[in-house]
């Protein structure tokens, strides 16, 4: 038998136990480490759906409380498989496979010797399928190493550029009518208008939150001006959006609805130099050639210390050391060491700092084996095995603050 865990938290916690067969078949569950007793014959799927309905409710329990700060770290997780057409977001290992389709096998394979990629699974001829690392010796080796094959030489620099311009390509996403993110973003921006604004910081290139919030009427501050064309400035993250009419008797401000701050410390796909400023094209404007993106390369913590990196990174360790905040991330590995240096440290110095992670799959080893351990022993971090698209179903909607009125109206012509 083998226990996977969906839920994990000090005090609470669903694990489902699956059979050896194959395919495996959910032979038990169990809530806070307590078997569950089912009536005799209860069919393997409704077992299932106990232990999924259990969790949500365990998880929007957890985020009913009215955190002071909320914010949100989202990495491919949250772009993985939506897109119009049959253009999806990818993780990584997907852009591998499209590398190779676009360049050929034998041309990533003779790349991969080339640049001393020795990384293969399990000792066969299959390589592993980290662009990231591939690329990190690509840029190593690209002032060094030279191909001595006279047939099809291949060039270091330009395998990176056309590697990098396809990840640019395919980052390229149109927001589908059924995508989440508008209804995630309805939820999470239902707050009293006297606390912070939510804040999501996206690992992620495309611009998907940014067209949701087009398409819903949402108020996006993310550091660029709100003139044409848009330039970025940090000062314009410490800007909100008030009414100035209707009540200033009491000399107060009235802070608008349906308003979140959005920030990219990866960069984006609409983001350019324009001279010594830095520009946004609009979220559904494509091929923005020289995109400014931190490309998955090992000097990508380096890169971060680069404007605007910088100011976004700074924004999100700040935030984390704020008192009663909440950070919540969805599809995020914890594979990019600086990201995961502010959170350690907002856990370890930070007591009222609140985590909670959101990953289809739940790592009881591995890269994320030292969170699994620290989510067992203490109650302000929860894990929850969840798809983006299901977690924003799942998320708690708080009805008492609702912004309906706030919807666009479409007039049919």
């Known amino acids: 038998m083998t226990r996977k865990p969906i839920y994990v938290n000090e005090k609470s916690s669903v694990e489902i136990e699956y059979s050896e067969e194959e395919p495996p078949k959910v032979a038990e569950v169990y809530i806070d480490g307590i078997k569950h007793v089912f009536e005799d014959g209860t069919a393997e799927d409704a077992k299932k759906q106990y232990a999924f309905k259990t969790k949500k409710n365990k998880y929007s329990a957890f ?4 955190f002071d700060n909320l914010v949100f770290l989202t990495g491919a997780g949250s772009s993985y498989g939506i897109g119009a057409d049959d253009k999806k977001g990818l993780l990584m290992s997907g852009l591998w496979d499209e590398a190779v389709s676009s360049l050929s096998q034998e041309k990533i394979d003779r790349f991969c010797k080339l640049v001393k990629y020795t990384y293969k699974e399990g000792g066969s001829e299959v390589w592993i399928k980290n662009l990231e690392k591939l690329l990190s010796l690509a840029d190593l080796a690209k002032d060094f ?9 291949i060039d270091i620099k330009e395998m990176i550029h056309d590697i990098k311009e396809l990840i640019k390509d395919k980052c390229n996403l149109e927001l589908p009518d059924d995508a989440p993110h508008n209804l995630f973003l309805s939820k999470i921006t239902k707050r009293k208008t006297s606390l912070p604004r939510v804040k999501i910081f996206t690992l992620n290139y495309d611009t998907l939150f940014e067209q949701a919030a087009l398409k819903g009427n949402f108020t996006v501050i993310d550091g660029f001006s709100y003139s044409y064309p848009r330039y970025f400035s940090g000062r314009n993250f410490d800007y909100d959006i008030v009414v100035r009419y209707g ?5 107060e ?5 349906r ?11 609409n983001w350019k130099l324009e001279g010594d400023e830095i520009a946004q094209a609009k979220p559904t404007e494509i091929n923005v050639d020289e995109s400014l993106m931190i490309y998955p390369q090992s000097n990508k913590y380096e890169h971060s210390y680069e404007p605007p990196f910088f100011e976004m990174m700074s924004r999100f360790q700040q935030v984390l050391r704020q008192d009663n905040i909440m950070l919540i991330t969805i599809g995020f590995s914890f594979g990019d060491k600086h990201i995961v240096t502010a959170i350690k440290e907002a856990l370890e110095q930070n007591p009222g700092f609140q985590l909670m992670v959101v990953n289809k799959g739940l790592e009881t080893d591995g890269q994320m084996k030292w969170l699994y351990d620290l989510a067992k022993e203490h109650s302000n971090i929860v894990l929850v095995d969840e798809l983006f698209d299901d977690f924003a179903k799942g998320y708690p909607d708080t009805t008492i603050y609702d912004q309906d009125e706030y919807k666009l109206i479409k007039i049919q012509k």
């Open 259 to 269: 308003v979140f701050h959005l920030y990219k410390p990866h960069g984006s796909v």
């Open 247 to 251: 009540n200033r008797i009491k000399k």
């Open 253 to 257: 401000d009235n802070f608008v609805n």
């Open 63 to 66: 985020l009913s409380y009215q």
């Open 145 to 153: 190493v030279k191909d001595t094959n006279h047939y099809g030489k």
